[in-house]
C-alpha cells in the first residue's frame, strides 16, 4: 500500500513570496490533515479535512494560509505571502476513521524562508 | 487547555540498555495517547496506541504504559538498538471533538 505523499521535499524562498505544498493521502482515506511542525516542536494541526470538506481550521493564519482539497483527494496548501516564522516543515497526514483512527504521515515539506 | 510535556528533550544511551521515556498532560479526560517515532527528514510513525481505559499496550520490545489520573504515560524501550536512534512523540486526543495535541518529543541516540 502506497504511503502519503509530499511535494516538494524541501523548498527555500524569501519572505514576501508565496509557496505552496501538494499532499496526496493514502487511498481510501477521508480524512486529511496539514501539520505546521517548528524544529524542536511537535507538529501543530493546521487544518483538517473530511473528504473535502473543512472540520477544524481553527489554528490556520487564514491572513496568510489557505489551503484546499478539491474533489476529496490531493490536497494543496499555500502561503502568500511567507514570513520568516513560516520556517518549519510542513507534514501532512491521512486517516480511514477521522479523529479517531491512526493517523499515517507523509514525510513532509521541508520550508526555509529567507 | 491540554497541554503535553516530555522529559528528557534528550536521552544518549550505549547499546542493550533498557530505557524509559516520559510524557505528561496537564487534563486527565483524554480519549487516547499515542506514541510516534520521527526518523530525521521524515514524517511520524505510529508505535503504540493506549485508549483511555487501557492500562499498557506491548509491541515488540516496546511497552507504553498510562496512569490517566496523574496524568502521566511511559514508554519502555528494552535491550535498546542503533536503530532505535530517533525522535520520540507523545501525542494526546482529548474526549472531545479536539486535534492531537503533541509533545516536543525526546531525541535519543543509541550508540554501538
Known amino acids: 500500500e502506497a504511503g502519503v505523499a509530499q511535494s516538494p521535499r524541501y523548498k527555500i524562498i524569501e519572505k514576501r513570496q508565496s509557496v505552496a505544498f501538494w499532499c496526496n493521502p493514502i487511498s481510501g482515506h477521508a480524512t486529511l490533515y496539514w501539520y505546521q511542525q517548528i524544529l524542536g516542536q511537535g507538529p501543530k494541526l493546521l487544518i483538517q479535512f473530511q473528504n473535502n470538506g473543512v472540520v477544524d481550521d481553527s489554528q490556520l493564519p487564514k491572513d496568510r494560509f489557505s489551503a484546499e482539497r478539491l474533489k476529496g483527494v490531493d490536497s494543496t496548501l499555500k502561503i502568500q505571502p511567507a514570513k520568516l516564522e513560516d520556517s518549519a516543515v510542513y507534514l501532512c497526514a491521512s486517516s480511514f476513521k477521522g479523529l479517531r483512527g491512526t493517523q499515517y504521515f507523509g514525510p513532509g515539506t521541508r520550508l526555509l524562508v529567507l | 487547555k491540554q497541554e503535553v510535556t516530555q522529559i528528557p528533550a534528550a536521552l544518549s544511551v550505549p547499546e542493550g540498555e533498557n530505557l524509559v521515556l516520559n510524557c505528561s498532560f496537564t487534563d486527565s479526560a483524554i480519549y487516547n495517547l499515542q506514541w510516534f517515532r520521527q526518523d530525521p527528514g521524515k514524517g511520524l510513525t505510529s508505535l503504540l496506541l493506549?485508549?483511555?481505559?487501557?492500562r499498557e499496550q506491548t509491541s515488540g520490545r516496546l511497552n507504553a504504559s498510562l496512569d490517566k489520573s496523574s496524568g502521566r504515560s511511559t514508554l519502555y524501550i528494552a535491550a535498546s538498538q542503533p536503530g532505535d536512534s530517533a525522535t520520540y512523540l507523545c501525542a494526546v486526543e482529548d474526549s472531545g471533538n479536539t486535534p492531537l495535541v503533541f509533545g516536543k518529543g525526546t531525541r535519543l541516540s543509541v550508540i554501538a
Open positions: 493506549i485508549q483511555s481505559s487501557q
